[in-house]
């Protein structure tokens, strides 16, 4: 969230604006009960939000939800929030590292926090057993592609899994340049240079990560190519906003509300309806279809629907 743009001057959602952890877990429950196995709490930065285990653990309480996860920066996972997430039944995290040293990642983040903050809260996710630890990285050419193998080198044979993302055109502030993209190959071919690799298969139809081996040994890492490789035809996720949206794309520029149905008193039969429509009408294919003409448009913010 760049200070330049989301600063002192941003007005930022009121409170009754925000869906409360019932509305949240309305929602949560019909979409489980037409499918849908993950869950993952996003943002923005999920920790921000008081008591966020109470809503874990109402989520981790559903039939039919088979993993349930949150992805951090990890400056609020302490030692005694991990256990608690765990204990309300969180299965696993992942946590957004862009580099080893703290000048190169605050530079990217613009955050206040160093780096071994971070990587404190890697372990106290896996000592609480939030397994496994996923990290993601992402690489931007020119700004943090120096940081690649001193990544892999510092994970490999750990257990965590670490995860290279291309830089993406996500919202409208990040000042994206196609030239700025490492591409996935490029990304695969440095790491085999020095810590050799091969593919393996993916864990389930729609995993957005390409999935690559140690051939020592050392674990696993993955790669995500929405730009080179576009996943638009696989896709099955579908995002909900802090404040009712649903979005059927990360690079969507408008949402579907569902705050207004919630408290205008429709019925589970309605929502369900209304969320069918949606998913039956999507047509997203922004990977696919991406030119000099698409990239400026106003994407809702990654910030805003997470990763």
């Not at 969230?1 to 952890?21: G, T």
């Not at 039939?63 to 039944?89: F, V, Y």
């Not at 000048?103 to 990587?119: E, G, H, K, Y």
């Not at 099955?236 to 404040?243: C, D, Q, V, Y």
Request: aromatic residues 6%; contains cysteine.
């Amino acid at each position: 969230m760049p200070k330049a743009v989301f600063n002192s001057k941003h007005r930022f959602l009121q409170n009754d604006q925000l869906l409360s952890f019932d509305e949240i877990e309305r929602v949560a429950r019909v979409f489980v009960a037409h499918g849908v196995k993950k869950i993952r709490l996003t943002g923005g930065e999920p920790l921000v939000r008081p008591r966020l285990e109470t809503l874990v653990e109402r989520l981790a309480s559903m039939p039919g939800l088979n993993d349930l996860s949150l992805t951090t920066n990890g400056s609020l996972l302490t030692q005694e929030k991990a256990q608690a997430l765990k204990r309300a039944g969180l299965s696993r995290v992942t946590i957004s590292l862009d580099a080893l040293d703290d000048i190169t990642f605050m530079s990217i983040n613009d955050v206040r926090f160093p780096v071994r903050r971070v990587l404190q809260a890697i372990e106290n996710a896996a000592d609480a057993g939030l397994l496994p630890v996923k990290i993601n990285m992402v690489v931007k050419r020119g700004c943090n592609d120096h940081c690649i193998l001193p990544m892999a080198f510092f994970f490999h044979g750990t257990g965590h899994v670490l995860r290279f993302i291309e830089y993406m055109d996500v919202g409208a502030s990040n000042g994206w340049q196609h030239g700025e993209v490492v591409a996935a190959a490029e990304v695969a071919s440095i790491i085999n240079a020095e810590l050799p690799i091969e593919p393996i298969d993916a864990n389930y139809r729609g995993e957005v990560a390409k999935r690559w081996r140690y051939r020592d040994g050392g674990g696993e890492i993955g790669i995500i190519a929405s730009v080179t490789q576009p996943f638009c035809g696989s896709c099955t996720r579908a995002r909900l906003s802090a404040e009712g949206k649903v979005y059927t794309c990360l690079f969507a520029t408008q949402g579907h509300d569902l705050r207004g149905l919630l408290r205008e008193g429709a019925s589970d039969d309605h929502m369900a309806q209304a969320i069918r429509s949606i998913w039956m009408q999507r047509a997203n294919r922004y990977s696919e279809l991406r030119t000099a003409q698409t990239v400026p448009l106003s994407k809702v913010e990654m910030s805003y629907i997470g990763g």
